[in-house]
């Protein structure tokens, strides 16, 4: 994993790596600083394995921190499945975990040394006064009617909102630095607000908790981090991250680099909509196999080598756009392929009688794992007189090219013989419910004498078959671009099929599948013990990914 990839550009891994080489940095430092107010989802991903992975290719260092300024959005919960997540995906932190509130008190201290120097006040203006009087993109800001309050009065007042002498809203405290300024950014940013809240790692000891922006770059300044790496809709912001580095005695001068955020078509990743998905009960949890979610992907089938290569083929870059969301399945497929054990599952039962077999007829095949890998073993296929294959591959009247089983056709059972169909058998409501063939025993592993047979079929005993919930997974939503539209709700545009279960028979190996546990069901697709639902007299997979892949399809047309 620490290998570095070819298969796609990284402009920063060149930039660090000739700071390096130029002697400017000894040994990089990076960080991955989420805030603990959701579950990590898959524009995530590629932060983690650029921020990671650089400190693997680069002989470097990268840190887990958690920017833990809002205790009324944040659960321990969250930091708990963010924790699993890194850790599932193969990548370790340096250290131990941090926390932005560890920094509480030196940040406090600097907000006061701020004051001191005249570059932060209290003000009394409200949230709707502040974005009224900060002006827009066109027009400057204007002061604050308390921007120019004294030193002393600055420190007790904002003694006093450490205190809880205020209500929540009633005062923040904010940065002086440039109300005319053309980055909005400038324009006297908070830096404290009041929160009445119990913060998940110190408790009630504050009644003010600090800005994003007066977090991040000092917690990375006091950490030694190098690179502060992080995506396009923070440019705006690295003035004010310089700013605030430039005017504290900050230990170190981290430097920030930014890169254009993973956009996936069919996918929202704003943590607020997945939280709104959630809450609504459109999903079933974060970790839901239809949400972009990392445990959501996970429980869905994805392996931690699938995101990475996905996250190496998209690259990293400048330039802003929407990634197709058929490269994230050529990534699964690509790893399942080579490291899925087959199986055979039928999704819909139509049971097939083999009427020139014995009632008590058992023979039992013995197939390998996996075609190309010999240390996955071999499996046991046993047939007997009844099986089950699937309604799909049977037509009563079949089209020209349809290669599967009708009356009076021949197909090859996988892994077994070729049979034919000799009789449909239907109840009173004309509905079809078996079929009556004969089996050609010399057709074991050879092809029939002076026939030529197309078509390969799946198919289970009918004795020995376990029974499964088939969770078929699909895009959760319907168009491209869900929340493109800002006079649309995004829920408008949900998939009604992003969900179908289905119980079929699955071979008798399935049986001992455990929790995550993947497979390619032949012919069908590639499926997920889940690790929720998977257990006792409950046989549970989910869908992965079909078997088409539209993605490589498509790149050989154009290459």
């Known amino acids: 994993m620490s290998s570095e990839s070819t298969s796609a550009p990284n402009f920063i891994r060149t930039q660090i790596r000739e700071e390096i080489e130029q002697g400017r940095v000894n040994t990089i430092v990076t960080r991955f600083p989420p805030e603990p107010n959701g579950f990590l989802h898959i524009g995530h991903a590629k932060s983690i394995c650029l921020n990671f992975g650089l400190a693997e290719q680069l002989g470097g260092q990268c840190h887990l921190r958690f920017d833990d300024t809002n205790p009324a959005k944040e659960e321990q919960v969250y930091i708990d499945a963010i924790r699993e997540d890194i850790d599932w995906l193969g990548f370790k932190w340096s250290g131990e975990v941090r926390y932005a509130s560890s920094y509480f008190d030196q940040l406090h201290e600097w907000a006061c040394q701020l004051i001191r120097d005249g570059l932060a006040y209290v003000d009394d203006l409200n949230a709707e006064q502040m974005r009224e009087y900060r002006g827009t993109l066109t027009e400057p800001g204007r002061p604050s009617p308390w921007r120019d309050r004294s030193v002393e009065e600055n420190l007790a007042l904002f003694e006093g909102m450490k205190n809880g002498e205020f209500a929540e809203g009633e005062k923040v405290l904010r940065a002086k630095i440039d109300m005319a300024s053309p980055n909005i950014n400038l324009r006297d940013p908070t830096l404290y607000r009041i929160r009445h809240a119990v913060h998940h790692q110190s408790g009630d000891k504050w009644k003010i908790y600090p800005s994003y922006d007066f977090t991040h770059g000092q917690s990375d300044a006091i950490e030694g981090i190098t690179h502060s790496i992080c995506t396009l809709e923070f440019e705006d912001h690295r003035p004010l991250y310089n700013w605030f580095l430039d005017n504290l005695p900050v230990p170190a001068r981290p430097r920030q680099i930014e ?18 998905l959630v809450d609504q009960g459109v999903v079933d949890g974060w970790d839901d196999p239809r949400m972009p979610t990392i445990s959501g992907m996970r429980r869905r089938g994805y392996t931690p080598a699938s995101l990475r290569k996905f996250c190496d083929m998209v690259g990293v870059s400048r330039a802003s756009g929407v990634v197709d969301i058929q490269m994230l399945y050529h990534a699964i497929r690509s790893d399942l392929e080579d490291n899925a054990p087959r199986a055979m ?10 009427t020139n077999l014995p009632e008590d007829h058992e023979e039992i ?27 799909e591959d049977f037509m009563e009247e079949p089209p020209k090219k349809f290669f599967r089983l009708a009356p009076g056709k021949e197909v090859r059972l996988r892994n077994a013989y070729v049979i034919r169909c000799d009789d449909v058998i239907k109840n009173e409501q004309g509905e079809i419910e078996a079929l009556h063939c004969s089996v050609d025993l010399e057709t074991l592993g050879q092809n029939p004498e002076g026939r030529k047979v197309k078509g390969v079929i799946h198919w289970v005993s009918a004795r020995h078959g376990v029974e499964v919930e088939v969770r078929n997974y699909d895009n959760l939503f319907q168009v491209e671009a869900p929340d493109r539209d800002k006079d649309v709700d995004f829920l408008e545009h949900l998939n009604a099929q992003s969900l179908e279960t289905v119980y079929g028979i699955g071979e008798p190996s399935l049986a001992q599948a455990g929790a995550e546990q993947r497979f390619q069901f032949e012919r069908v697709g590639y499926f997920c013990a889940d690790r929720r639902d998977h257990g006792g007299d409950r046989l549970v997979f989910n869908r992965t990914v079909s078997l088409k892949d539209g993605w490589a399809k498509a790149q050989n047309k154009t290459n």
């Open 259 to 276: 890169f254009a955020r993973l956009n996936l078509n069919y996918t929202v990743t704003s943590k607020r909509k997945l939280k709104l």
């Open 345 to 354: 599952c039928v999704m819909k039962p139509l049971k097939v009688v083999l």
């Open 365 to 391: 095949f013995e197939v390998p794992g996996h075609p190309a890998r010999e240390d996955m073993g071999m499996r046991q296929l046993p047939l007997n007189r009844e099986i089950w294959i699937d309604h």
